[in-house]
């Protein structure tokens, strides 16, 4: 007899059955072994093929590693070291197999086997593979078949991997194929000769779990055939082939997952398949991002970011009738970003943004479209190029600066622009050339290097309403007649001339003594020049977003702020409710400033003007701002002739009046106040659109001024209410004084700030930011006493401002 190396375990309580004993071989011990039973193998290897087709437990005594299973070829049946046909768990045994046409392992029961803690080390056709609707369980095992495949799936198989790892595969590292299913979690898939994973035939599904595809001589994942596979924190990498390959109908989604280090595509795609990436990031690709091919093949990418291309092409490329839709992603470091080629090829863009793009941020031709909304441009050759005929798109709400060219259209090309920025273009802000066309609405170009908008070669491009301002050539440039411009204003046009009286033409005589002069030769109607375009000057005002956030940059006013975006609001959706040819609502633009001096009532209807100038609702935007004294006179008729003369010098601007309640005295009488009421009344029905009357002063005394006239309420319905200044904002107010004038607070002076603030005497006599500025000029003032006597004050002493400066200090 052998040596005792196989020990059985008798785990059933059942007094029927016999007793375990032990066996020098594991072929003895399995025969005699029931259901339930536990076999522990002693260290060492065995010659033999195994079959386990029990549902029982083999376990190596010493641990993992150190039982061998190595039969020599003679003694292997069917090529296969190890055969579980059970739902029986092997744990910590290695597996070496020989055969080059059958797998190392196979897994064969439906019930489910486990294998734990087991290398298989063996040069055959698959390490371990799972038979048709076999399932199975691999945990914390490792794979290595320099001669086949790592893991095979075979049809309706079912298997779990967990904490696995597959390396040095001849062939593909795993194998999920024929509609089986796979789990897999943790698993690392390393130096496989093929695809790191392969995923074929309808109804095969994997989905994985924070595994590691990596040093791979083919695709890292591959899917096709309909297969399905979903990866969620997984990492793609340092592979030879695509990233990412999917073909006739597969479809593949990964989250929050990394692709990179991929000299050819991080994921190319054809023949109808589908990709779904949300959150991933691709970098380091010497290829495309992605390059989507064949009608019917999509893509769609949220929030995911392509970066630090390593070769010369686009990163995303679209043709052949593809589509492709990306949604908060970010493109940058690269080469070109997106092209999308041939007609029916689409590509919708939400809320991206392209920076550092060498050449082009998005090219489109062939008959393709791309639709961009929201999306910014920053750093890049072209920002957008729209190539040929029957290429275009709708771009609404971008934003390209630091561009070369900011939108190129050419041959034809047709995209339409609606509410986009150009902002410092070194060239053309948006240059149209050989018969490309376009529609540009509400579109501005500004600090260019070069024109602003450049149509030549007659082309019948449309402007809406564009704006072009600080642009080095010219605003707008039309080399010859062919461009529709409807109200589009400039920074470089001059006044419109007012055309001359119309004289009538002499009657010639029956026979003309001498030839008519060549101009006066009319020419039939038939054969009229275009008309040229005809750029009116800009409102002499910043962009709405520059003033918009110097609105929200002002202290406190929580409630102003809020108030004056919900004008605005009101405004810009009624104007884009009007272009949709809806009704638009029409707010009330006259407003009633309430509050205690000092709140920025002022500043902040200086900014209010400036912004419905930016956007198209005044013509200038200017501030004027009078009181009682510049409007009433000391004579009967003089008040009304003050009043028009004010509310004509803010024309297409403000009209600010301050502590406007004096113009309805308590005690009134017969005051010339009321005069200057009925006047401004009048002149604001007669020019509703041209001029923005705010009314200002405290809240009582302008309930009052309210009812001095029946028609003043129904011409101011809104009322914005200006609250005084906490102590904190008041600090607030105090800290940026200081660093205006280059002071600074110490902890020490800001706390001695804050208390004085919070003691103050709110009275009368507040002035709120105005006590705030006069208590820090106080400080200068005391600081500058303080150090005029010191002997050398270092910079530190002229900019430190301390607690004994304060007022009363």
């Known amino acids: 007899m052998g040596e005792l190396r196989v020990r059985v375990t008798q785990d059933s309580a059942s007094r029927w059955r ?116 076999a399932r199975a369980q691999l945990v914390n095992c ?79 994942v591959q899917a096709e055939a309909q297969a399905v596979g979903r990866l969620t924190d997984c990492t793609v990498h340092r592979v030879s082939g695509n990233g990412l390959s999917l073909d006739s109908g597969a479809e593949l989604e990964l989250s929050s997952c990394r692709v990179h280090e991929v000299p050819e595509n991080a994921a190319d795609l054809r023949g109808g398949s589908k990709l779904t990436l949300r959150q991933v990031t691709v970098h380091g690709f010497g290829r495309g991002a992605l390059s989507v091919w064949d009608g019917g093949t999509k893509v769609l990418a949220e929030g995911c970011r392509f970066h630090s291309a390593q070769g010369d092409y686009p990163a995303l490329w679209v043709s052949d009738g593809a589509a492709l839709e990306l949604a908060d992603c970010a493109l940058d470091d690269l080469p070109d970003a997106l092209f999308v080629l041939d007609q029916g090829s689409s590509a919708a863009v939400r809320d991206c943004s392209f920076s550092t793009i060498r050449s082009s941020a998005v090219s489109v031709s062939g008959g393709a479209s791309a639709d961009l909304s929201g999306c910014r441009i920053q750093g890049a050759g072209t920002g957008l190029w729209f190539r040929d005929h029957g290429s275009g798109g709708l771009l609404t709400d971008c934003e390209i600066a630091d561009v070369a060219t900011g939108v190129i259209v050419t041959k034809g090309a047709d995209p339409v622009l609606r509410g986009c920025t150009v902002r410092g273009a070194s060239e053309a802000g948006v240059y149209v050339s050989a018969q490309g066309r376009g529609e540009f609405e509400e579109v501005r170009v500004s600090q260019g290097g070069g024109f602003g908008f450049h149509v030549i070669d007659g082309c019948r491009t449309k402007l809406v309403r564009c704006r072009a301002e600080r642009n080095t050539r010219a605003g707008f440039e039309f080399s010859e007649p062919g461009p529709l411009a409807e109200g589009c204003t400039s920074d470089d046009a001059a006044p419109l001339p007012v055309p001359p009286a119309s004289v009538p033409a002499p009657v010639p005589s029956a026979v003309p003594s001498t030839p008519p002069p060549l101009a006066t030769l009319a020419q039939p109607a038939a054969s009229a020049s275009p008309p040229v375009a005809v750029i009116a000057p800009i409102p002499d005002c910043r962009p709405a977003e520059v003033a918009l956030a110097e609105l929200d940059a002002l202290v406190g006013l929580a409630t102003v702020k809020q108030e004056v975006r919900t004008l605005i609001d009101l405004i810009s959706v009624g104007r884009a409710r009007q272009r949709a040819g809806l009704k638009a609502p029409s707010p009330r633009r006259h407003l009633v400033f309430t509050g205690a001096p000092g709140t920025g009532k002022t500043t902040v ?53 301050d502590e406007a309640y004096a113009l309805a005295p308590e005690d009134g009488g017969r005051d010339f106040g009321r005069e200057a009421i009925d006047t401004l009344v009048k002149l604001m029905e007669d020019h509703r659109d041209e001029v923005v009357v705010i009314v200002a002063g405290y809240t009582a005394e302008m309930e009052r001024f309210l009812a001095a006239n029946p028609g003043l309420s129904s ?34 002076t800001e706390s001695a700030l804050l208390g004085h603030f919070t003691a103050i005497d709110r009275s009368t006599g507040f002035g709120n930011g105005r006590t705030a500025r006069q208590v820090f000029e106080t400080m200068v003032e005391r600081h500058a006493s303080r150090v005029a006597h010191l002997p050398s004050p270092t910079t530190e002493d002229l900019q430190l401002l301390v607690p004994a400066d304060l007022p009363g200090a």
Do not use: W
């Open 715 to 748: 011409r101011f319905s809104r009322t914005v209410t200006f609250p005084d200044y906490t102590a904190d904002e008041l600090l607030d107010i105090a800290r940026a004084q200081a660093a205006e004038h280059e002071y600074r607070l110490s902890e020490a």
């Open 605 to 657: 209807a200086r900014l209010y003007g400036e912004i419905l100038a930016s956007l198209g609702v005044l013509q200038r935007g200017h501030l004027v701002e009078v009181a009682r004294l510049d409007l009433v006179g000391e004579h009967i008729g003089s008040t009304a002739i003050r009043t028009a003369a004010a509310f004509d010098r803010a024309r297409g601007g403000v009209l600010f009046i």
């Open 18 to 133: 016999r007793r375990g004993g032990e066996y020098a071989t594991l072929r003895e011990a399995l025969e005699v072994a029931e259901p339930g039973d536990t076999l522990t193998v002693r260290a060492g290897t065995f010659r033999e093929a195994v079959l386990v087709d029990k549902p029982v437990t083999l376990v190596a005594e010493q641990g993992p590693g150190s039982v061998r299973i190595s039969p020599p070829e003679s003694a292997v049946r069917g090529g296969t070291a190890l055969t579980v046909t059970a739902a029986a768990t092997v744990r910590g045994l290695v597996v070496e197999g020989s055969d080059r046409s059958a797998p190392a392992v196979l897994l064969a029961g439906a019930d489910g086997a486990v294998l734990a803690d087991c290398r298989v080390e063996t040069s055959s056709a698959v390490g371990v593979e799972l038979a048709d609707g």
């Open 142 to 220: 490792v794979v290595e078949n320099p001669s086949g495949l790592g893991v095979r799936l075979r049809a309706q198989a079912r298997a779990e991997l967990l904490d696995c790892e597959v390396t040095a595969a001849g062939q593909s590292g795993v194998a999920v194929l024929a509609g089986s299913r796979l789990r897999a979690e943790r698993v690392k898939v390393r130096r496989a000769g093929g695809a790191g994973v392969l995923l074929a035939d309808p109804g095969t599904l994997a989905e994985l779990t924070g595994c590691e595809v990596s040093e791979v001589r083919g695709s890292g």
